[in-house]
Every structure is written in C-alpha cells, then in structure tokens.
C-alpha cells in the first residue's frame, strides 16, 4: 500500500467543482518527492536484484501565467540516490541550481519542458525530462462532484542509458470527496492506471529490445482553492522482457520492477508571532 498522507473529513461544498492548478508569476511551492524502486532481472536463470531510493526537494515558481496555462522555473534545493550502479562517480551538487521550465495547460497537461543545454552528464542519465512530465496529476475537462470519475490517456517517450522508450498509460480517475489536509480543504482522488512499454536501442555495443506492461494504483489530494497539489502516491509494478543481442548471440531477460512514490507539498512554518 502507499504511505498515507494524514486527511480528515471534511464539509462537502455544495454540487461540483472545477479543478485548475493555479499561482500568480512570484508565487513559489515546493516539493519533496521520495521514490523507492526494487527491479528483478532474470539472466542465464540467475535473479539479480536492484534497489533504488531517491529523495528529491524541488523548488517551484511561476514565471508565467495566463488563462490557458502556467509556466514554472524548477531547481533541486537538494538530492539524494542510494543504490544505482557505479553510484560512486555520482555528483549530485551539479544538478543544485540548474533551472528547469515546464510550460503545462491548467489542468497539468506537460506542453514543454525546457533544460540548459548541455545538461550535466547526472542529469542526462536520471531524464529529468520525463520525471517533470509525470510531477503533477492530470485533472478532469469539467466539473468534480465526489463520486465523479474521469480518464485520461498520456505517451511520453524518454531515453535511459541508451534505450529509447515509448510508455502508453491509460488512467482511470474517481474522486472520493473531500477532506481536510493540514488547514487545507482538499478533494481526494483515487487512481487505477494501465500501462505498455516499448523499446529499443544499444548498450555497451549489445542490441535491446524491451517489452512489457503493468498497473499503477495511486491517489492524491488537491486543494482547488490555491490550486495546488498538497499531497500524493502512487505503487507500480511493470513485468517487462529484454532480447539482448551481442555478437551473434540472443539473451532473453525478464524483468520485474517495482516502484512506490509519494509528493508532498512543503507548508511555510507559521511565525514565532502566529
């Protein structure tokens, strides 16, 4: 299950209401996202297993907002990864400070996102580009009620250590009323998501190609007020296999990768006045 965050009943406004991220230019949030990844490979009958944990404080600010959308400047106040291979060569101060924009329409739908060019060579292997896609939950064309459902269908296409890959993930949304977060009033959404991955490409000169599908479940809290998400989680288990090809020779791997994550909205701390 994912880690809860604390929600308390909360007052139902009357009928629905309609949910848009907002924030004037100067307005700033900022995030903490946690991520833990188990990934199981199985190669010549042996089982081989990874763990990653990542830790990521992002800082956000609108620089500008229009009716269609928002765009924000992102920068990493701090990182930190366990478990990657070769992690001793990381150095993780290079991404401090590198600003980031994500031109997205009002209800989180990713229209662009902008890195310095080049990008440090750590930034090029985590692809910053697809975890900023993902940062925000899509919200729903019209009006929320509780009991309301919605879907939406996203394809984002990234580059991992030399292996191109197109993942299609279909979602399924239903919102489960609203709650108190904090001094929040939130509605609470619940998730189910379907998802196939393809790809292809070269590692250390060997031929890949990748397969594969799996099932998110998640939820979310979003405070249509200030028009931000306060809180989220999501688990995943994607089941996937790799033909390696390497000097005339075909490898068939199987692998399983697990994922849980959750976001959090950091509150200011209230004055020694307050």
């Known amino acids: ?19 848009r991220y907002g924030g004037d230019p100067g307005t700033a949030r900022t995030y903490v996202r946690e991520q833990h990844d188990r990934v199981l490979q199985t190669v010549d ?13 992002l800082d956000t600010t609108v620089t500008d907002a229009t009716a269609e959308g928002l765009t924000l400047a992102v920068e990493h106040d701090s990182l930190a ?45 985590l692809d910053l580009e697809t975890n900023y896609r993902n940062l ?50 939130v509605l609470r959404v619940d998730y189910e998501a379907t998802l196939t991955i393809e790809g292809s490409g ?17 939820s979310f809290a979003f405070d249509p007020e200030a028009g931000v998400l306060a809180a989220g989680g999501e688990t995943t288990e994607m089941r996937m296999v790799a033909l390696v090809s390497a000097e005339g020779q075909n490898l068939i791997i199987p692998i399983v990768q697990s994922r849980s994550e959750t976001i959090t909205l950091v509150e200011p701390e209230a004055s020694a006045a307050e």
Do not use: C
């Open 136 to 185: 925000f939950p899509r919200l729903p064309e019209g009006e929320v009620a509780e009991g309301a459902t919605w879907s939406d269908t996203t394809r984002v296409s990234a580059s991992q250590n030399g292996v191109e890959l197109r993942v299609l993930r279909v979602n399924q949304y239903a919102s489960k009323g609203w709650a108190s977060h904090g001094a929040r009033r």
């Open 81 to 125: 990864i366990s478990g990657l291979p070769a992690e001793a060569g990381l150095d993780l101060g290079e991404l401090r400070g590198i600003p980031i924009a994500i031109e997205m329409s009002r209800r989180g739908e990713v229209r662009e996102v902008t890195t310095p060019d080049p990008l440090p060579p750590l930034a090029a292997r």
């Open 1 to 19: 299950m994912l880690a809860a965050f604390v929600l308390a009943v909360a007052p139902a406004p009357a009928g629905g209401q309609v949910l």
């Open 202 to 218: 070269e590692q250390q000169e060997a031929g890949i190609v990748l397969s594969g599908s799996g099932r998110a479940a998640g």
């Open 45 to 57: 009958g042996r089982q081989l297993g990874t763990e990653i944990r990542s830790y990521w404080r």
